[in-house]
């Protein structure tokens, strides 16, 4: 595992050998957004590089501020897509920002009925990615909004009472589990 | 006006950046379960809307699809231009055939105007994904009876593939417009692709050698257009094989079990060559 200079943060393999990333860029950037997002649990970040798909999962031990947080990522979560296989900052931001807001909600007790990441239905994942991608925006991350909306459609249907419910869903800043959108 | 262009020389603005099979073969990840352990990796990798990842491998491929409708266009429009009217000997083409190939060209330009939409739609930029500049290089042979085999046999036979399966994509996600766009785009690409089996036939009528070279040269460019096993009928192919749409386009039965095979193999053999580069990694 290579840690960061706070010993904070923990990201294996220590060396990639399947594509072009560098342990220690991946925790900078972790640390650099658990300070924007007020994370101060000890990370450990798994990528496996031996797949091009992206799905990432946060687990979190308890509800405490100091209760490790492990965040599972295939490689392609942080690639750059222009040149695959390289490391690419700006969708690493946006990828782990979102898991590791998921995160944050897991710590509060509202989302203790929320099911392990792995677990989700498709549905229940776009609607907490869709809220995950809104707070994003606001602390500054640059984030696709039309690549959220065309997920968010795909999940709940093609109508203008389900983009109604994913601007709001976008505008929210302090919802529990139970206040997300389940597909009908 | 030049004629023959080389791939390197393709226009492009710095919004794309371009990859070629050589590049794209040397990454030896997979989305393939090898070891049938993790949980993100279905049995089925073909891309349908109940897929974890739909939207995001729909919009790689669209983005796809849009370059591809590019180089099919520059293909096209290349075939028109760069051999003289004649009889089909000696470099010539015959003019009407120059007149399909415009045709097609203007289709094409059609195409590529409805994916960059469907991109925008989707919540794609232009460039947001490399460009794999191989179904060019397809259509840069000097016998314009080979391009006719590997642009509109192979890449447009290809096509049918991806809008079939992007066209299903769309009708089963109820997107208004995805499925309706693949729909009309698939009949032209039926009809380019007739076109090309056409003209093969009628150019190759009293040249049987050079017919034979025309489709063993199709039958190479088919399997790289696999892309390893990424059409093809097994369910680890995200791209299935649109038999009956292959059909109406003026392949025969034994054309695409060849096919299904060539896929079939090129799959195999990009799992042994994941397997073996990953072994070698000790990952």
């Known amino acids: 595992m290579a840690g960061n200079a706070t010993s904070r943060v923990q990201v294996a393999p220590e060396r990639f050998s399947l594509v072009k990333y560098d342990a220690g860029e991946i925790a900078a950037v972790v640390v650099e957004l658990a300070e924007l997002i007020g994370l101060s649990n000890p990370i450990s970040v798994f990528v496996d590089e031996t797949t091009p798909l992206a799905k990432m999962s946060a687990e979190v031990e308890s509800m405490s501020s100091d209760a490790p947080i492990v965040l599972r990522l295939e490689s392609g979560a942080l690639e750059d897509t222009r040149h ?20 944050r909600d897991r710590l509060r007790p509202d989302f203790a009925d929320a099911p392990p990441d792995l677990e989700l ?32 459609r795909n999940r709940f249907g093609f109508s203008d009472e389900v983009d109604a419910v994913f601007d709001r869903l976008w505008a929210s800043d302090d919802l529990g589990w139970h206040d997300l959108p389940t597909a009908t | ?35 049938k352990t993790a949980k993100s990796r279905g049995a089925s990798n073909r891309l ?5 990842d739909a939207s995001d491998a729909a919009r790689s491929l669209m983005h796809g699809i849009m370059v591809g409708e590019i180089q099919a266009l520059e293909g096209a429009g290349r075939t028109a231009h760069d051999f003289d009217a004649g009889d089909g000997s000696e470099g010539t083409i015959p003019f009407e055939l120059k007149l399909d190939m415009a045709r097609q060209a203007w289709d094409e330009a059609r195409h590529v105007e409805i994916s960059a939409k469907l991109s925008d739609w989707m919540g794609t930029e232009i460039g947001q994904f490399q460009e794999n500049t191989v179904l060019f290089e397809a259509a840069c042979s000097n016998d314009p009876v080979l391009r006719l085999a590997g642009v509109n046999r192979a890449l447009e036979g290809l096509a049918i593939d991806v809008f079939t399966q992007m066209k299903e994509f769309g009708q089963l996600a109820d997107d208004p417009f995805l499925e309706f766009c693949e729909d009309w785009m698939l009949a032209d690409e039926v009809t380019h692709v007739k076109m090309g089996s056409d003209w093969l036939r009628r150019v190759t009528e009293n040249d049987p050698d050079r017919r034979a070279k025309a489709l063993e040269f199709q039958q190479v460019v088919d399997k790289l257009f696999s892309f390893g096993g990424a059409r093809g009928e097994s369910e680890e192919s995200p791209i299935g094989l649109a038999r009956r749409f292959r059909e109406l386009a003026g392949f025969t039965d034994d054309e695409v079990d060849t096919i299904a095979e060539m896929d079939h193999e090129a799959l195999e053999e990009r799992k042994a060559a994941v397997r073996l580069a990953q072994e070698s990694a000790g990952v």
């Open chain 1, 84 to 103: 695959l296989t390289n490391f690419s900052s700006e969708r690493a931001r946006q990828r782990l920002g979102r898991v590791m807001l998921r995160a």
């Open chain 2, 48 to 52: 349908t809307p109940d897929r974890h």
């Open chain 1, 121 to 152: 239905t498709n549905p229940q994942n776009s609607a907490w990615d869709v809220y995950c991608g809104g707070r994003l925006e606001r602390l500054g991350i640059e984030v696709p909004t039309q690549r959220f909306r065309y997920d968010f």
């Open chain 2, 1 to 35: 006006m030049r004629q023959f262009f080389p791939v390197e020389d393709l226009a492009r603005d710095d919004r794309f950046v371009q990859t070629n099979m050589a590049e794209r073969m040397a990454d030896t990840r997979t989305a393939v379960d090898l070891k």
